[in-house]
């Protein structure tokens, strides 16, 4: 019975210890928000802020539904009291930048005023599961402008890039270990004409 009774003790000290190396790992992985304020007019007020951090975003699970595919859940994060005309850095719980652009409350584009704030002119990263980089994703004047490909050393494979008016590709360079090596130009949707790199 002492036997059981020294074992469950050293059982529950070591669970201690591993609960508090998790939820200090977790204090680690929150990025505290930073903030530089611009010195003039022509820069912008800069932050460096995590999706971790509930001062800085609503965090919600919400359903998503897709054509021909199972519903699945997804996290949503919500910027509260985004700051207009500021630069955000925004990182995920791995410390991996997700998203970076400027933030405006109203956003002009061709006479057309939107009034939703939003991130208009932004790179979105994604990362493999080995947490290499996989693709960047560039809007401008909030639409599509170009996506680039990269492989496991981090060289470029892919760049896309698509009309702004109606998001269909123009143009597809192809990469080689990192030197171009091919630019297929689109005409319509599947029908491109290829050419060559010196």
Known sequence: MKIIMALLFIWSLFSCNITSEKENGNKENIIISKFKHKKNASESDTLWVSQNDSTVFKKEQVMIH??????EFTMHYELLKPIDQAYYYIY??????ISEGKYTKEFTYEGQTSKVGNFY????????NNGNLK???????GRNDKVELYDNKKRLTEVTYFDKKSSDKEKVEIYDKGKLEE????KSFDTYYTVKAD
């Open 135 to 141: 693709t960047i994703h560039y809007m401008k004047d």
């Open 183 to 186: 630019t297929r130009i689109y």
């Open 66 to 71: 897709r054509p021909c595919s199972n519903p």
């Open 121 to 128: 002119n932004e790179k979105s990263y994604y990362y493999k």
């Open 92 to 97: 995920n719980d791995k410390q991996q930048l």
